[in-house]
């Protein structure tokens, strides 16, 4: 009876001791490792330029980015050439007579930026499909191609925008950006594009 009750003493303590050495105060993360990673990125796009009031434009562009690790890349550059359409309150104003002078249009434009990607994301679309993405921020500067009538001049401009990528696989990827690129000159002016471009990961890292 002695050594019953001895051995039940013995194996309580050893239990309450167990108890004791599990730490259940911290927390339990799991994250897991990307699925897709970039190195040398060629992207080609088209780009809207929708708010000026008197000209609308549709732009081709392209550009090239170099990947330094999951996080930093500089887009090295990005050219395009924005096609140009007079809206109806343009045509008015010319129709009274007013001097094709008065407006400055962007043509073609040059950019160079730093991108940082601090969000790398995982999704389920209605439970049965699965894609992988991320979401960025820009910053850089460049030039851009002002038409005033029968005037031309580059003018230095700030560039700065977010975006969000969805991959489609370890070359290709879906870009969306929306940018605002603030043009330097007697007065600073606002240029917004909204660009969907088609990326094509030539150096992809493991």
């Not at 080609?44 to 330094?68: M, N, Q, R, W």
């Not at 040059?110 to 790398?120: E, G």
Request: proline fraction near 2%.
């Amino acid at each position: 009876m002695g050594l019953a009750l001895a051995a039940t003493c013995a194996l309580s303590t050893a239990a309450r001791a167990a108890e004791q050495d599990v730490d259940d105060t911290g927390k339990v993360e799991a994250i897991q490792n990307r699925l897709y990673r970039l190195g040398q990125e060629i992207e080609v796009a088209i780009a809207v330029l929708p708010y000026d009031a008197f000209y609308k434009g549709v732009a081709p562009e392209g550009s090239y980015t170099l990947h330094f690790n999951d996080m930093v890349a500089w887009e090295i550059v990005r050219v395009g050439y924005s096609i140009n359409f007079d809206t109806n309150l343009k045509t008015q104003l010319l129709n009274f007579g007013v001097k094709a002078v008065s407006f400055a249009e962007t043509q073609l434009f040059l950019t160079s930026s730093l991108i940082w990607s601090p969000m790398y994301y995982k999704a389920t679309l209605f439970n049965s499909s699965v894609f992988h993405g991320e979401f960025y921020g820009l910053l850089g500067g460049g030039a851009f191609q002002q038409v005033t009538g029968q005037t031309t001049q580059f003018v230095p401009a700030v560039d700065i925008g977010l975006g969000g990528r969805i991959f489609l696989s370890q070359v290709l990827s879906l870009r969306l950006e929306i940018r605002e690129n603030l043009l330097i000159s007697n007065s600073l002016t606002s240029v917004v594009d909204i660009n969907l471009g088609l990326s094509f990961n030539i150096g992809a890292s493991d």
